[in-house]
């Protein structure tokens, strides 16, 4: 299984990213796909997912209602849009795959690489 994490970048506060998680190697439609975030001085956290199998989503709360997860199953890629952003989310964000069924904010069986996002105040 492979997960390439795309779209981190540098953006001000109150600002907008989308992430971008392309899968391989794997059922597309059988697995749930998650995002992860480390952010400096805090243990890993999961942010959101989706069961792709049917595009059902999950968010922690600090990403309700600001963040939207996304599945284009055709495209084997996940999207986490990301708006009004806060200083408080810049970290390291990780693409994550596993078989779950429900709520799947913990699923980490599988690891892409992290893409950076920074945000300043």
């Known amino acids: 299984v492979q997960l390439q994490a795309s779209g981190g970048g540098l953006v001000q506060a109150g600002g907008s990213l989308r992430l971008s998680c392309v899968a391989s190697?794997?059922?597309?439609?059988?697995?749930?796909i998650g995002w992860f975030r480390q952010v400096p001085g805090k243990e890993r956290q999961g942010v959101s997912c989706?069961?792709?199998?049917?595009?059902?989503?999950y968010y922690t709360y600090f990403a309700a209602g600001r963040f939207t997860i996304s599945s284009d199953n055709a495209k084997n890629t996940v999207y986490l849009q990301m708006n009004s952003l806060k200083p408080e989310d810049t970290g390291v964000y990780f693409c994550?795959?596993?078989?779950?069924?429900?709520?799947?904010?913990?699923?980490?069986?599988?690891w892409g690489q992290g893409t950076l996002v920074t945000v300043s105040s």
């Open positions: 190697g794997l059922s597309f439609g059988d697995y749930a």
């Open positions: 989706i069961q792709t199998s049917d595009r059902r989503p």
């Open positions: 994550t795959a596993g078989l779950r069924l429900g709520n799947c904010l913990n699923v980490n069986d599988y």
